[in-house]
């Protein structure tokens, strides 16, 4: 019996112990700051664990039977954490205790159908050595319960059996919480538990009270949205020197930044003043008299970048330009022939032909050329704007490659703004998708 309880006990820790290496990695929790409102935590959780049932306990107290048996309980528990220290938890405990007496010739054995326990759960200190989360936590409970138990007794040789009794019994104890997560705790704690009944062992009558205890190891879950921290695991201390640390160092990070930008500002204005020394300017053309090559220049005087007179400019010569016929069919042809990779600025090469003779004379005439890029309403007008300029820009550019002068060259991007045809059919849109030439 006692190599059976050993082994399960050692397979409930590997099962809890597995059951954290598989919870997924919890995402980083948002930052609460120091007695923030409830909602800005979780605070319930659920428990499970699993441990060792018998009739002794640390304390020294024995009853009628002083020989130890031990036997496998089981527990889960939903927990209410009010304060950071304190919270109310419902618990079910199940199992069997049994015990025996004078070398084993009277022995007893007690069936725990069912109980059910509303117990406070006290923590005694939120140890912290590397984080502003409790990692240890020693605490204390106790509370108040029903349970429902079967017992059996063989005494002297005669069996008497008991139906199912129901009796109030005082739950409480000590235990460590180890947190291993976010919202992932390992318990591992130690109760006695007071049955108002001294039937609990299946000798009636007379005496103390029966009690037993339950060592037990187990694991709690943090319910709720992974991202808020866990109440039980908050340090309110902790947090408020965190809060502290962090508005100083950025108070001291202020300080260093203004004094930086004073340090700043008296370099500026020592450059300030050696430069309006720098930028006098005696004759008043505009040109400081550190770079001014004419200093004398007469007031109101015309002047280049040097202080020096500008020459009197020549009036314009208006050259006369005429676009024939045969000028328009050159431009109408390289429009029919203009074509680009689907949704892309790249010209085709089959539209090359067309655009030399188009070069050559922006070249032989000296015209000017506007050209205007248009798409249809497909897609965004951010899209269609940004292509219908590149591919305005892609003509203009294979144009002065082929020695066109680029300063006579206008491009612009219209998108879907300036349709000919109806952008309903397929039709419609591809004369949208144009690209137009203007000779002047």
């Not at 010739?105 to 200190?125: G, I, M, R």
């Not at 104890?173 to 291993?180: D, R, S």
Request: aromatic share 8%; net charge neutral; with cysteine.
């Amino acid at each position: 019996m006692r190599m059976n309880l050993t082994k399960t006990g050692f397979l409930a820790a590997a099962g809890i112990l597995s059951v954290t290496q598989l919870v997924a990695q919890a995402p980083a929790l948002n930052e609460v700051k120091p007695f923030a409102p409830e909602t800005e935590y979780r605070t319930w959780s659920v428990g499970v664990h699993v441990g060792l049932l018998d009739q002794s306990n640390l304390i020294g107290i024995r009853r009628q039977f002083d020989q130890v048996k031990s036997n496998l309980g089981y527990g889960v528990y939903v927990k209410r954490q009010i304060l950071p220290g304190f919270g109310i938890q419902a618990e079910y405990i199940g199992g069997k205790v049994a015990g025996a007496y004078k070398d084993n010739d009277n022995t007893f054995e007690t069936k725990l159908p069912w109980s059910a326990a509303l117990s406070a759960n006290v923590t005694l200190a939120n140890i912290n050595w590397r984080y502003h989360e409790g990692i240890i936590k020693p605490y204390l409970n106790v509370g108040l319960g029903a349970m429902g138990f079967e017992p059996s007794a063989n005494i002297n040789g005669a069996t008497n059996s008991y139906e199912q009794t129901t009796e109030l019994f005082v739950p409480g104890g000590v235990g460590l919480k180890f947190a291993v997560a976010n919202d992932i705790a390992i318990d591992l704690g130690y109760r006695l538990n007071l049955v108002q009944s001294t039937n609990f062992d299946g000798v009636r009558g007379g005496g103390s009270k029966d009690i037993f205890s339950y060592a037990h190891l187990g694991v709690e879950f943090a319910l709720g949205d992974r991202s808020k921290p866990f109440l039980a695991n908050s340090n309110p201390v902790s947090a408020m020197q965190k809060e502290y640390t962090a508005q100083y160092d950025e108070l001291v990070a202020q300080k260093a930044a203004v004094e930086a930008q004073k340090a700043e500002n008296e370099k500026l204005k020592s450059q300030l003043e050696r430069l309006y020394a720098d930028l006098a300017d005696d004759d008043g053309d505009g040109v400081a008299n550190r770079y001014d090559k004419c200093p004398d220049t007469p007031e109101k005087t015309k002047v280049d970048g040097a202080g020096c007179p500008l020459p009197e400019p020549k009036a314009p010569v208006v050259q006369q330009i005429t676009v024939t016929d045969e000028d328009r069919r050159v431009v109408d042809e390289a429009i029919q022939n203009l074509e680009f990779d689907l949704g892309k600025a790249t010209i085709r090469s089959t539209s090359h032909a067309s655009l030399n003779k188009v070069a050559a004379l922006l070249i032989e005439k000296n015209f000017s050329l506007k050209l205007a890029g248009h798409t249809d309403n497909t897609g965004s007008m951010q899209t269609n704007m940004r292509l219908s300029k590149e591919r305005a820009e892609a003509v203009k550019a294979y144009l002065v490659s082929r020695g066109a002068n680029p300063s006579r060259i206008e491009a612009t991007g219209y998108g879907p703004t300036q349709p000919i045809a109806s952008n309903n059919t397929a039709a419609g849109r591809q004369q949208n998708r144009r690209v137009e030439f203007t000779l002047y």
